[in-house]
Each structure stands twice: as C-alpha cells, then as structure tokens.
C-alpha cells in the first residue's frame, strides 16, 4: 500500500536550517509529484509548493520562496524539504503528500495520500 | 490567492444529515477537493473534483458544486465522523485550503 513515512521531530534554534525527509514506498516514487503543507493552529493548511520526483522541477508558493527548498532523492524514493532562516513562526507540522492527476470533467492534481507529518519547533 | 472560506464548526447529532460548505473567492471550475482530518492524525482524501467518491470512503459522504460553491454533505452522520475538514482548490496557483469546519457530534 502506498506510504509515505517523514522523519521525526525537530527542535531547532532561530536563524538555523533543518531538512525533512519523507521516504516513499508502495508506487512508483517518479510517476507522482510530491507536495509538502504547513500546519499551524493559527493559519491552517498553507501550500508550500510541489516537486516532479522524475524531473526534479519544482513549483514554490510565493510565500514560501527562500524559505523552502524541495529536493528528492531517486535512489532511495526520498523527498526532501529544507527550512532555512528559521524563526518562530515555521513552527508548525509539516506534511508530504503525493500529487496524482485525477480525470473528471477536467483532470486535476489531488493529494491522495499524506505522511504522518513532521513537528518543527523554534525556539531559543 | 484563492480565498476558500468554510464555516468554523457545526454540531449535529447521529442519524442526521450535515452539509459543509466551501465558497471560493473566484472561480476554482470543479477542481475542488475535500479531506478528513481526526485529531492527531493527518488529513485524507474524501472528495476530488467536487463530486467523486475517493476508493474505500463511505458512500454516505457527497461533494457537490461547481464555480465558487462546494457542498460536502454527510449522511448519515456516524460517531466516527467526528473531526476537522477541509476543501482544497487545484485550478488556480498556488493550490489553497479553506480554513477547516469542526464537527462535533451531540
């Protein structure tokens, strides 16, 4: 079955980086996108941006240009987020979910699957 | 950005029938989406493309609407049911969340 297993809990200092992972398995890990979703209690969900995991291009949120940067490792069916710059306010849970193309009247991009998501918490 | 504004929280009792409703600031067609999300847990796929039924989710749950309006509807409501959701555009960029209707069950 398709899962997608992210990596744990990260407390992490104001102005420091921190690199999730989410490790794909059950599919193709190349044939879907993989997105990635903050959660706070204040804000909700906020879309970060998207990843081709075949062509490793990449499509960012406005918001979140220089924050976030998407990576993905083929070999081992691993996607990446970096957080750099850190300040209170990425606190928040992070999820990974894979994007399929979806057919009705029109075809679109659907979040079919998520992972179980990541806690950042900044603080000094 | 597209703005998706659903109510903050409904209550209703088992056996009932229970709309949720989405309205987006302009027009998403009917890529719109729905999804579940229990406490502590991440969200799941109910509703894709306004209308469809995703594999292995009840049949007493429908999506419906096109344009700016969306109706998740449940019924009947179970004691399970009880959780956050939440609609999802794809038509315009970047993709956009309402902000989550509570419901709780009597």
């Known amino acids: 079955q398709v899962q997608l297993q992210q990596s744990g809990a990260e407390l992490a200092k104001p102005g420091s980086s921190v690199k999730i992972s989410c490790k794909a398995s059950?599919?193709?890990?190349?044939?879907?996108?993989i997105s990635w979703i903050k959660q706070t209690t204040g804000q909700g969900l906020e879309y970060i941006g998207y990843?081709?995991?075949?062509?490793?291009?990449?499509n960012y949120n406005e918001k979140f240009k220089g924050k976030a940067t998407l990576t993905v490792d083929k070999s081992s069916s691993t996607a990446f987020m970096q957080l750099s710059s850190l300040t209170p306010d990425d606190s928040a849970v992070y999820y990974c979910?894979?994007?399929?193309?979806?057919?009705?009247?029109?075809?679109?991009?659907?979040?079919?699957?998520w992972g179980q998501g990541a806690s950042v918490t900044v603080s000094s | 950005d597209t703005v998706l504004t659903q109510s903050p929280a409904l209550a209703v009792s088992p056996g009932e029938r229970v709309t949720i409703s989405c309205r987006a600031s302009?027009?998403?067609?009917?890529?719109m989406h729905w999804y579940q999300q229990k406490p502590g847990q991440q969200p799941t796929l109910l509703i894709y493309?306004?209308?469809n039924l995703e594999s292995g989710v009840p049949a007493r749950f429908s999506g419906s609407g096109s344009g700016t309006d969306f109706t998740l509807t449940i019924d009947p409501v179970e004691a399970d049911d009880t959780a956050t959701y939440y609609c999802?555009?794809?038509?315009?960029?970047?993709?956009?969340f309402g902000g989550g209707t509570k419901l709780e069950l009597k």
């Open positions: 979910a894979r994007e399929d193309v979806y057919y009705g009247l029109l075809p679109g991009y659907v979040m079919d699957a």
């Open positions: 059950g599919y193709t890990f190349t044939s879907y996108y």
């Open positions: 990843i081709n995991t075949g062509s490793g291009g990449t």
């Open positions: 302009e027009s998403v067609s009917t890529l």
């Open positions: 493309l306004a209308s």
């Open positions: 999802q555009q794809s038509w315009n960029d970047p993709r956009t």
